[in-house]
């Protein structure tokens, strides 16, 4: 059965230094990837997903992603964090050929310092 | 474009009663998914409804259900609360069933629900 690993829950960041949020799944068939966030009190938004073609994927907003299918890993970067990236980052997958339900990790909560 | 809605955005209810919940997706979209968060478990996938058929059901008891009306509008009621299923539910919609075309989903605020 198809799972996600958030390995951080929590990661604390000064602004301007690099983060990377890890992200691990497990699947016995090819997947379409995602990163979401949620701010405080809110729903959540679509960040970046993985479908196809490019390993690397970015977002609008400085982060990125690479699919490592080796490693079976998704793991979430940004060269350097704002106050305003402070957020709680969920990873989730979706099987090629299954119903489509996302399945998520359990979230890592960036929290970013001045 | 308006987004994803859900009413209400805050619940309080107790035990043994039923609560409704609704959401209105994006415009033009007709596949609306539900999920379940709670601090423990995490986000879980409830069920996925397209063309007012439901597709897809997490694991979750039958006292869970939903429904999707002709505009493509999505309730889900939960019969006999239990303290347990306090939570954040949200709602998500796409433009088509996400399994077969792989489409976006969009989230809502999500409703806020308390078990007293």
Same mark, same amino acid.
């Given at each position: ?38 701010? $405080? ?37 940004? %060269? ?33 310092? %001045? | ?23 209105? $997706? ?12 709670? $601090? ?20 979750? %008891? ?34 088509? $069933? ?19």
């Amino acid at each position: 059965a198809q799972s996600v690993t958030q390995l951080d829950s929590q990661v604390p960041v000064f602004e301007e230094a690099p983060v990377e949020l890890r992200c691990n799944y497990s699947s016995s068939v090819s997947v379409y990837l995602f990163w979401y966030v949620q701010y $405080p009190n809110q729903g959540l938004q679509l960040l970046l997903k993985y479908l196809s073609g490019s390993t690397l994927v970015e977002s609008i907003n400085g982060f990125e992603a690479e699919f490592n299918k080796s490693q079976t890993s998704f793991h979430l970067r940004k %060269p350097s964090v704002h106050i305003s990236d402070t957020a709680e980052y969920f990873c989730a997958v979706s099987e090629r050929g299954s119903q489509g339900n996302l399945i998520f990790g359990k979230g890592t909560k960036l929290s970013v310092k %001045p | 474009k308006a987004g994803v809605t859900q009413t209400p955005r805050y619940l309080i209810k107790t035990r043994g009663q039923q609560v409704t919940l609704s959401c209105s $997706p994006i415009s033009g979209h007709r596949s609306v998914s539900w999920y379940q968060q709670t $601090p423990g478990q995490g986000l879980q996938f409830l069920f996925e409804y397209f063309s007012e058929t439901q597709r897809n059901k997490g694991n979750f %008891p039958g006292r869970f259900s939903g429904r999707q009306f002709s505009n493509s509008r999505s309730e889900m009621n939960v019969s006999t609360l239990e303290l347990g299923d306090s939570a954040l539910y949200l709602c998500a919609s796409s433009l088509a $069933p996400s399994a077969l075309y792989q489409e976006t989903q969009y989230f809502g605020p999500g409703t806020r629900l308390l078990v007293l």
